[in-house]
T-cell receptor, first 114, second 113 residues
């Protein structure tokens, strides 16, 4: 099992560029989520999905889009990058339901927007 | 929206000592309450989680104590080791139908020799 994989590991963008952060899991987990981590602010939820075809907003969704066409993949799209989106992004998955809280995290993508 | 307060921000403990990190929340929830451990440059990893109808759970040197009436739970690390030096996050499940976790701001633990 590879667990949760994320690509790329590092990315530098210019303001206004768009890009997609990839996330995949091979544990057949129904629940997937995206977080951003900034110094002193913990992890903040961007978007989440409770199953294929179902997505919902988290705490900080503005500027990001997601889709969930398969159980395995949950890509995060930055529509028009801004310096405020400089952060470390983590994807996570879990069985969902009462076990939603027990999430497995990927290694992260460190994004810098100039 | 769940509000979560984690303390302390940082903690220095001698090897062999007990590390205690606290977490307080506002709204009652019925899913598991987890603690995560994160090493520099890595993603968070689930350390231990407790059901809200249980007052204590122990796994090796790690114990969660849960006080439902006070809306607080804490992580105790017994016999702390230098390898435990990491950042620890508590997380609280959302109430209602939305399936979300709200994380605390983290505690940086340093275990000295």
């Amino acid at each position: 099992n590879a667990g949760v994989t994320q690509t790329p590991k590092f990315q530098v963008l210019k303001t206004g560029q768009s890009m997609t952060l990839q996330c995949a899991q091979d544990m057949n987990h129904e629940y997937m989520s995206w977080y951003r981590q900034d110094p002193g602010m913990g992890l903040r939820l961007i978007h989440y999905s409770v199953g294929a075809g179902i997505t919902d907003q988290g705490e900080v969704p503005n500027g990001y889009n997601v889709s969930r066409s398969t159980t395995e993949d949950f890509p995060l799209r930055l529509l028009s990058a801004a310096p405020s989106q400089t952060s470390v992004y983590f994807c996570a998955s879990s069985l969902g339901g009462q076990r939603m809280s027990e999430q497995f995290f990927g290694p992260g993508t460190r994004l810098t927007v100039l | 929206q769940q509000q979560v307060k984690q303390s302390p921000q940082s903690l220095i403990v001698q090897k062999g000592g007990i590390s205690i990190i606290n977490c307080a929340y506002e709204n009652t929830a019925f899913d598991y309450f987890p603690w995560y451990q994160q090493f520099p440059g890595k993603g968070p990893a689930l350390l231990i989680a407790i059901r809200p109808d249980v007052s204590e759970k122990k796994e090796g040197r790690f114990t969660i104590s849960f006080n439902k009436s006070a809306k607080q739970f804490s992580l105790h690390i017994m016999d702390s080791q230098p390898g435990d030096s990491a950042t620890y996050f508590c997380a609280v499940p959302n109430t209602g139908t939305a399936s979300k976790l709200t994380f605390g701001t983290g505690t940086r633990l340093q275990v000295t020799l």
